[in-house]
């Protein structure tokens, strides 16, 4: 069952404070906004490639470095884990800088074409079912660059924990289940593919109907597809 939250608070509060260290030396994350704008544009024209667009983008220029950093580094005591400098500006982090990136690297995350590791649900695309805002992890993210990009926001989804930043990701039911490693079931589809959930739950009783093995494929005609990029699917079965 749930546990009530003056039970599990102080359980989560003990385990955090239990694996916290102390933080060595500075550290400093650099970021171009410049490029970041340019490679936002470059989504709707295509002046640059997908690879290209992910680099530039804020969540790329920090990634690669955050993902090398000892992970100790991250269970600090300070509330400001690290500092944003950026280039050719004049701002100096007093937390401002560090605050605002946790915005951008969200945004950036669900900015479709940009990174590339999450994209919309089908009940988004469709404008369909009750959760049309949540973003699903793409399935063809699995790359060397795409690992990259996962291990970055499980970090910073770590850090958001311990310092009480927020990390503005509006993930569905389906990514949250299996960070927790909670089970999950058609209902956690529904919230993100209706139409998919409905045909499953269909399939499922199609016995009842007096479909068997000898006439599904007479009667079943539908394609099971997986996004691999935007705007392209995969078969999942010939």
């Not at 003990?14 to 906004?33: F, Q």
């Not at 690879?51 to 100790?72: F, H, K």
């Not at 994209?119 to 079912?129: D, F, Q, T």
């Amino acid at each position: 069952g749930v546990l009530m939250r003056m039970i599990k608070s102080p359980q989560m509060s003990a385990v955090l404070e239990a694996t916290t260290g102390e933080s060595k030396g500075s550290r400093e994350i650099k970021i171009n906004r410049l490029k970041a704008t340019q490679a936002r544009e470059a989504v709707e024209s295509g002046a640059l490639s997908a690879s290209e667009r992910a680099a530039r983008c804020m969540v790329g220029q920090a990634a690669e470095l955050v993902v090398t950093w000892p992970a100790a580094a991250l269970r600090s005591r300070n509330n400001q884990l690290w500092k944003i400098k950026f280039l050719n500006e004049g701002s100096v982090d007093a937390g401002g800088p560090y605050r605002e990136m946790f915005s951008n690297w969200s945004a950036e995350l669900m900015t479709a074409g940009l990174v590339d590791v999450l994209i919309p649900s089908p009940n988004m695309v469709h404008g369909l079912g009750e959760t049309r805002d949540a973003w699903v992890v793409r399935p063809g993210a699995t790359g060397v660059r795409d690992q990259v990009v996962m291990r970055f926001v499980g970090r910073l989804m770590g850090v958001a924990v311990r310092t009480s930043e927020t990390l503005d990701l509006a993930l569905c039911s389906l990514v949250w289940k299996a960070v927790v490693g909670e089970a999950r079931d058609i209902s956690d589809l529904a919230m993100v593919d209706t139409m998919a959930a409905q045909a499953l739950a269909y399939v499922e009783r199609i016995d009842e109907e007096g479909v068997d093995a000898s006439c599904f494929t007479d009667i079943i005609d539908f394609a099971l597809l997986a996004t691999k990029y935007l705007n392209c699917t995969l078969s999942i079965c010939p």
